[in-house]
């Protein structure tokens, strides 16, 4: 079977009367519409892993991620559509919840796994399925070369100059192939990472494994709410607000942080007047089933 999925990834405009006083325009690439559950960040990263899995006759995935993971689900539904087995080491205690549902329902079987364990993701793999010439080990998030590879073809998708470019980040590998392609295309675009995590400056060594060359670019490391899968009343409003408006649907985890940092710096006249910027939209909306409680 041929591994590709046929890319619908438009660019909207976000109209806001608080970019219209700053002179600014700002776009949206919806990242979020390539696929209903492979959607986003997580099919560029899966992209070239599976690729990979084929190439080397590996018919079983086995991949890493906490209970609410994106990438979990990304994976059980990557790997029911191109033919795989999937196995998911699930970091904590076992529970129950609507994501591992889904990736049950998928057909990835689940190894719930304690936090100590779930460290150490080599030895884990290797304890279960060093023996099994089948299996293939991908990183949590799809952290790898392979997974810069495939965000980087998101640059190769725009067709319209964007002095700026948002995008938020967990492991660095989404951000670190934008940068790549930004640098590929011979782009002056600023990129911007927003640190989905507490104290994200480690992320700057996450970004800097996957670049092909040395790069300058922003991080943001105060819009994490409290750390990762973290919030509070400010993001959650901002969200309501967001989605009410503009009918875009987007999550506390990571585009609701990127998306509150892009209009916060707007309202402090971070960005000159005339700028043209372009905020990705990496998917991952069903990170909305491990947070409907914070929405009453």
């Known amino acids: 079977m041929h591994i590709n999925l046929e890319i619908y990834s438009p660019i909207h405009q976000i109209k806001n009367k608080l970019f219209d006083e700053k002179g600014i ?3 949206i690439k919806r990242d979020d519409l390539i696929h209903p559950i492979i959607s986003g960040n997580k099919w560029r990263k899966l992209k070239y892993l599976l690729q990979r899995a084929q190439a080397e006759n590996k018919n079983q995935l086995v991949t890493f991620g906490g209970a609410y993971s994106n990438h979990l689900l990304a994976t059980a539904a990557a790997a029911a559509k191109f033919g795989f087995k999937a196995t998911g080491f699930v970091r904590g205690e076992e529970v129950t919840n609507d994501t591992l549902f889904l990736c049950r329902l ?4 689940l190894i719930f796994t304690d ?3 779930y460290r150490d993701k080599p030895a884990l ?3 279960y399925f060093g023996d099994d010439a089948d299996a293939i080990f991908i990183d949590e998030g799809g952290a790898s070369a392979e997974g810069a590879k495939g965000c980087s073809e998101l640059v190769d998708e725009l067709t319209e100059p964007y002095d700026h470019v948002f995008c938020a980040c967990g492991t660095g590998t989404t951000a670190a192939g934008i940068i790549n392609g930004i640098q590929r295309n011979q782009l002056s675009t600023q990129f911007h990472a927003i640190p989905v995590l507490k104290n ?3 992320i700057k060594n996450e970004i800097d494994k996957f670049l092909t060359a040395p790069a300058d670019y922003h991080l943001h490391t ?3 709410f409290g750390g990762y899968g973290k919030t509070d009343e400010r993001l959650i409003n901002f969200i309501k607000q967001f989605v009410a408006e503009t009918g875009i649907l987007i999550e506390p985890v990571y585009t609701g942080k990127m ?3 892009l209009f916060d710096l707007a309202a ?3 960005f000159k007047r005339g700028s043209r910027i372009l905020a990705i939209h990496s998917g991952g909306i069903w990170g909305l089933l491990g947070m409907k409680d914070k929405f009453r």
């Open 106 to 109: 998928h057909g990835m079987n």
């Open 259 to 261: 998306l509150y940092a």
């Open 115 to 117: 936090r100590e364990s």
């Open 222 to 224: 105060s819009y994490h």
């Open 200 to 202: 994200g400056d480690f």
């Open 25 to 27: 325009e700002v776009f």
């Open 268 to 270: 402090a006249d971070y």
């Open 125 to 127: 793999f290797d304890k």
